[in-house]
């Protein structure tokens, strides 16, 4: 595609409830990172791939998080029993390269768990 | 954590006039970009300056990159309406293996028409 993708939207979940949200990364791009971007603040890291590897999940608040990319492009940011400060948005990105080339961004899932 | 960390939080001046936005960060990096993000949207890449590099430019926008301050600051000449928008640093940093971008909580630009 001409960009990244994410879906859904918008996703509105119950406090409990597990969403999946979605992401589909430039064709070709090796690297994918996932953020949370809670309302007024920057993106805040959860999760870096290089291919379908995971190299980097520093930034995943709790056990509750999950993500996986398992062919190497598209990739599932998984919450588990979603709690109330979960409500961000969801930013993926891709990057040609690792380390040191830009990132192209999806436009975000915005979750708000009630 | 966020590692970079923007400065002014919020900037308002009028059209034709220069932006001025500051980023400082904490550990060693291998390069660092800017990036724009308008209201409700992802983020868009502005401009890399490595870390063996001081000054780079592009159009209107010039970065600087003081590495033994570790500091950066991003100058938008003859500003635009179109240029609200917030503002963001990304270091990135070396985490294990790898080199992760981290940012700040932004700048906030206001231009004026």
């Known amino acids: 595609g001409a960009g990244v993708s994410q879906s859904p939207r918008y996703k509105v979940a119950k406090r409990g409830q597990d969403v999946a949200l979605r992401c589909d990364p430039i064709s070709g791009h090796v690297s994918l990172f996932w953020y949370q971007q809670a309302l007024g603040q920057g993106p805040e890291f959860l999760t870096y791939f290089q291919n379908e590897a995971q190299l980097d999940k520093s930034g995943l608040p709790s056990d509750r998080f999950f993500a996986e990319r398992p062919e190497g492009s598209v990739s599932t940011l998984k919450i588990q029993r979603t709690q109330q400060e979960d409500s961000a948005v969801y930013l993926c990105?891709?990057?040609?390269?690792?380390?040191?080339?830009?990132?192209?961004f999806g436009s975000g899932t915005q979750l708000s768990v009630l | 954590s966020q590692q970079g960390e923007e400065d002014p939080q919020a900037l308002s001046i009028q059209e034709g006039e220069n932006a001025t936005m500051n980023c400082s960060y904490k550990t060693s990096i291998n390069n660092l970009q800017w990036y724009r993000q308008n209201s409700g949207r992802g983020l868009v890449h502005l401009i890399l300056?490595?870390?063996?590099?001081r000054e780079k430019h592009s159009g209107r926008l010039r970065v600087t990159l003081d590495t033994s301050k570790k500091s950066s600051s991003l100058l938008i000449t003859a500003s635009r309406a179109a240029d609200t928008a917030s503002y963001f640093c990304a270091p990135f940093e070396r985490s294990g293996g790898s080199y992760i971008p981290t940012f700040g909580r932004g700048t906030s630009l206001i231009v004026h028409p």
């Open positions: 990105a891709s990057s040609l390269e690792s380390g040191d080339e830009k990132l192209f």
């Open positions: 300056i490595r870390s063996n590099e």
